[in-house]
């Protein structure tokens, strides 16, 4: 037999996705917690219930920053950059560490991951090449 669905209740015949907020941003978004209705059907409301959750669980990480500026406690942020930030930043790193393996001189052991050491050698067969 299947257990619970998390987030999912019944109201009066019909289903609604259920999230709970914590205390900090309890203030800001005024409720104890967030319902969104779902409709009457058992398998629509599984369907629809992952979105729900999501769109509830961005209203309170929206209220989370609000709540710290007034508290003396500060949270980090749940993501501090943009995913284009992100992807800019790993890219940027990926190029210093291929400038990086280029520019070595022919005998120089590698700085980066030792890459050299990893196929077997310590470069001296690349000298005679």
Do not use: W
């Not at 019944?10 to 409720?31: D, F, Q």
């Not at 209220?63 to 930043?89: F, H, M, N, V, W």
């Amino acid at each position: 037999m299947a257990g619970k669905v998390r987030h999912l209740v019944t109201r009066s015949g019909r289903y609604h996705a259920r999230l709970v907020v914590s205390k900090e941003p309890r203030g800001i978004v005024g409720k104890t917690e967030l319902r969104t209705p779902l409709g009457g059907e058992y398998r629509q409301a599984l369907e629809a219930l992952p979105g729900a959750v999501a769109q509830l669980r961005h209203q309170v990480a929206r209220a989370e920053p609000k709540a710290g500026a007034g508290g003396t406690t500060t949270a980090p942020a749940r993501s501090p950059l943009a995913p284009d930030q992100i992807a800019y930043s790993h890219y940027m790193q990926r190029l210093e560490f291929d400038d990086d393996l280029r520019n070595e001189g022919p005998g120089d052991p590698p700085s980066g991951c030792g890459r050299m050491n990893q196929a077997g050698g310590d470069g001296a067969h690349l000298m005679r090449l």
